[in-house]
């Protein structure tokens, strides 16, 4: 069984090489997606930061594959916020 599903989800992956586009897609929710809620938020910690949520969905149609993904971090100190500064040579 474990080689069936290895061998369909190889058989899916040179589909989403051909239909990626070059930038990531930003507007409304397409009708496919299912809004998740933000869990409650747990107490404060002394961590930079905390990853509320994450999410990805993926719409398998015949001709290609979508794909949703959101993630939501609370930033909680500054050092968290400086985290997500890259600095390329």
């Known amino acids: 069984m474990r080689h069936v599903l290895l061998c369909a989800?190889?058989?899916t992956v040179p589909v989403a090489a051909?239909?990626?586009s070059d930038k990531p897609v930003f507007g409304p929710l397409p009708a496919w997606v299912r809004p998740v809620p933000l869990p409650?938020?747990?107490?404060a910690d002394d961590a930079p930061l905390r990853i509320l949520l994450t999410d990805q969905q993926v719409a398998i149609e015949p001709t290609r594959q979508t794909v949703y993904a959101t993630t939501t971090i609370l930033i909680q100190?500054?050092?968290?916020?400086?985290?997500?500064?890259?600095?390329l040579p």
């Open 9 to 11: 989800l190889l058989a």
């Open 40 to 43: 409650a938020t747990p107490p």
């Open 77 to 87: 100190t500054p050092q968290g916020l400086a985290a997500g500064n890259i600095s």
């Open 18 to 20: 051909i239909a990626a």
